[in-house]
T-cell receptor
Framework: GNSVTQMEGPVTLSEEAFLTINCTYTATGYPSLFWYVQYPGEGLQLLLKATKADDKGSNKGFEATYRKETTSFHLEKGSVQVSDSAVYFCALRGSATDSWGKLQFGAGTQVVVTP | EAGVTQFPSHSVIEKGQTVTLRCDPISGHDNLYWYRRVMGKEIKFLLHFVKESKQDESGMPNNRFLAERTGGTYSTLKVQPAELEDSGVYFC?????????FGSGTRLTVV
């Protein structure tokens, strides 16, 4: 079955540091890939997505590239801010019609950015 | 447009009691999903409604969990009787053309 593996946290870094959160997946066919973010006290929000190989999703300074050859979708940001402190979830949606749109999530990575 | 609303936002109950969580999807969204995150682990799929019908309930952990979606509008998820391992955050999401909108979740604590 489909699965998502992402690096464990917490990840603690200083403001303006470079952030990478690794995410790899296993899936049949051509899944869509997502990064969701949960800020403290809030619900899950879509951060970015990519629907086919070599697509790059980007939003709010974050980027992730769909790499089919390495089955990866690593999240990066060049200069983090304190407001980026949150839990980040990598997720995939299978391409098979019988997946009916359900998402498979990773365990989440907590990111703490200090001033 | 109103988002996906879940309530209560927090619930603390004793083992053996019953709890009912509610989700109001975005109006007009046929697809409604329930997920939960237990003990800081991955968010796991519970079930999927298309309108009032259960399309996929493969993620429901056991028969203590009962989900309904009245008239294809709001949905409830009842846990009866609750066990300690049911503690976690329960998320609801709705979609119409593939784009998900999640609610803020219900944090359930069973003591």
């Amino acid at each position: 079955g489909n699965s998502v593996t992402q690096m464990e946290g917490p990840v603690t870094l200083s403001e303006e540091a470079f952030l990478t959160i690794n995410c790899t997946y296993t899936a049949t066919g051509y899944p869509s890939l997502f990064w969701y973010v949960q800020y403290p006290g809030e619900g899950l929000q879509l951060l970015l997505k990519a629907t086919k190989a070599d697509d790059k999703g980007s939003n709010k300074g974050f980027e992730a590239t769909y790499r089919k050859e390495t089955t990866s979708f690593h999240l990066e940001k060049g200069s983090v801010q304190v407001s980026d402190s949150a839990v980040y979830f990598c997720a995939l949606r299978g391409s098979a019609t019988d997946s009916w749109g359900k998402l498979q999530f990773g365990a989440g990575t907590q990111v703490v950015v200090t001033p | 447009e109103a988002g996906v609303t879940q309530f209560p936002s927090h619930s603390v109950i004793e083992k053996g009691q019953t709890v009912t969580l509610r989700c109001d999807p975005i109006s007009g969204h046929d697809n409604l999903y329930w997920y939960r995150r237990v003990m800081g682990k991955e968010i796991k799929f519970l079930l999927h409604f298309v309108k009032e019908s259960k399309q996929d309930e493969s993620g429901m952990p056991n028969n203590r969990f009962l989900a309904e979606r009245t008239g294809g509008t709001y949905s409830t998820l009842k846990v009866q009787p609750a066990e300690l391992e049911d503690s976690g955050v329960y998320f609801c999401a709705s979609s119409q053309t593939g784009g998900y909108t999640f609610g803020s979740g219900t944090r359930l604590t069973v003591v």
